[in-house]
Nanobody, 117 residues
Framework: QVQVVESGGGLVQPGGSLRLSCVAS????????MGWYRQAPGKERELVAR??????NYADSVKGRFTISRDNAKNTVYLQMNSLEPDDTAVYYC????????????WGKGTLVTVSS
């Protein structure tokens, strides 16, 4: 089993910044991808940013404002969020895809980001 734990959420004013962290631990053998998703009240969960095989992809709504990075040695992924907007308010979930031949998705419990003045 793989445990996924997020941290770094909180309340920030519009235009501010936050950095989210996510650590994968336990029976981690080969992480194929790590990413961040978010779910706002009344909306479906959506991809924010993802890194896999050295490639990154972002939701159009966060391009130029958010940066995802990964520390392979620490099984950790970060999400630097700048120029935050009220529409970024959501619970942010970390996703880890682990495996060599067969892949399994693991999810954290989420961390709340609130952008408000």
């Amino acid at each position: 089993q793989v445990q996924v734990v997020e941290s770094g959420g909180g309340l920030v004013q519009p235009g501010g910044s936050l950095r989210l962290s996510c650590v994968a631990s336990g029976s981690v053998f080969a992480i194929r991808a790590m990413g961040w998703y978010r779910q706002a009240p009344g909306k479906e969960r959506e991809l924010v940013a993802r890194v896999a095989s050295g490639r990154t992809n972002y939701a159009d709504s966060v391009k130029g404002r958010f940066t995802i990075s990964r520390d392979n040695a620490k099984n950790t992924v970060y999400l630097q969020m700048n120029s935050l907007e009220p529409d970024d308010t959501a619970v942010y979930y970390c996703n880890v895809v682990e495996g060599i031949i067969n892949f399994t998705d693991y999810w954290g419990k989420g961390t709340l980001v609130t952008v408000s003045s």
